[in-house]
């Protein structure tokens, strides 16, 4: 057996050791430190892609991924349930599709939020915020708002090939009786953090894009908004400017945008 003298330890200094304290008191041991080192040194990954799909009052919980099947009549989903290939994991009937494929999605069960208005719901899925802003108004959208999710993408995802680093599709929520909803705009965070939206549709009287839309409510036909065609945005250089005076604009812009901004800061401070 080797004397003690000859046994190796790992040397702390005094520094190392307060350290490891620190981070014992956020549920953090020295090897998650390590393997956050060894991911901090590892090469950037790509960025990856999201798509937030929101259903401005889609179908229920219970009618598409939460069939209780086992409930009383009255509480249960209207439809079958089907199982998916996930062991104990069934859904709706009409979703044979994702239900073969099961393995690359989840259900997640905990997500909630406390308000029963639809404004309010709104507001809170669209800025990923639960508490509601101070003056907040659910008819109209205030410049005191939290900034929309895609707002925040744009001021901390860089832009590439100078396109904006998020958009919305295919139009921005106004509810039937003309009142917009808040929460999907830049808010608290200025007009020139605005969503860039990529109006492909029209807003029903009703509910919903046209010409898909549909009364929920009333089961009835109803006048349609029309059925637009997309056009994309003309992006040529309009008669008469050429590059050097658009180079000349950039410039006059490049002036003219920090001032805007000390305008907007003072405007919010007020």
């Known amino acids: 057996m080797p004397k003690p003298s000859s046994w190796s330890h790992p040397q ?9 304290g620190s981070l014992g008191l956020m549920g953090l041991t020295l090897a998650d430190v390590a393997s956050l080192r060894a991911q901090s040194a590892a090469p950037p990954t790509r960025p990856r892609a999201v798509i937030y799909i929101f259903l401005s009052g889609g179908l229920a919980q219970h009618d598409s991924f939460d069939p209780k099947p086992n409930a009383p009549e009255n509480i249960r989903g209207e439809f079958a349930p089907i199982q998916t290939q996930t062991p104990g994991l069934q ?3 009409h979703l044979p599709r994702l239900a073969q494929r ?3 999605w989840a259900v997640v069960r905990s997500l909630t939020h406390p308000s029963n208005g639809h404004s309010e719901g709104h507001h809170m899925m669209l800025t990923g915020r639960t508490p509601l802003p101070l003056g907040y108004n659910p008819n109209i959208p205030r410049p005191g ?3 929309a999710i895609g707002s925040v993408v744009q001021q901390m995802v860089p832009r590439k090939n100078h396109l904006p680093s998020s958009a919305v599709v295919p139009f921005h929520y106004i509810h039937h009786s003309g009142r917009v909803l808040p929460g999907q705009f830049a808010g608290e965070m200025g007009l020139r953090h605005e969503p860039w939206f990529i109006h492909t549709t029209q807003n029903c009287p ?7 839309c549909f ?19 003309n992006l040529r250089l309009s008669e008469g400017l050429n590059p050097e005076r658009m180079t000349s604009r950039r410039g006059l812009l490049e002036h003219i945008d920090p001032q805007r901004r000390h305008l907007e800061d003072a405007a919010a401070t007020r």
């Open 12 to 20: 702390f200094t005094r520094r190392d050791m307060l350290q490891a």
């Open 145 to 147: 708002d939290f900034p």
């Open 215 to 233: 009364d929920h409510q009333e089961r009835m036909e109803i006048q349609h908004a029309g059925y637009p065609i997309f056009q994309p945005p």
């Open 102 to 104: 099961s393995n690359r």
């Open 91 to 93: 859904i709706c009937e």
């Open 206 to 212: 009703r509910y919903g894009d046209c010409p898909n």
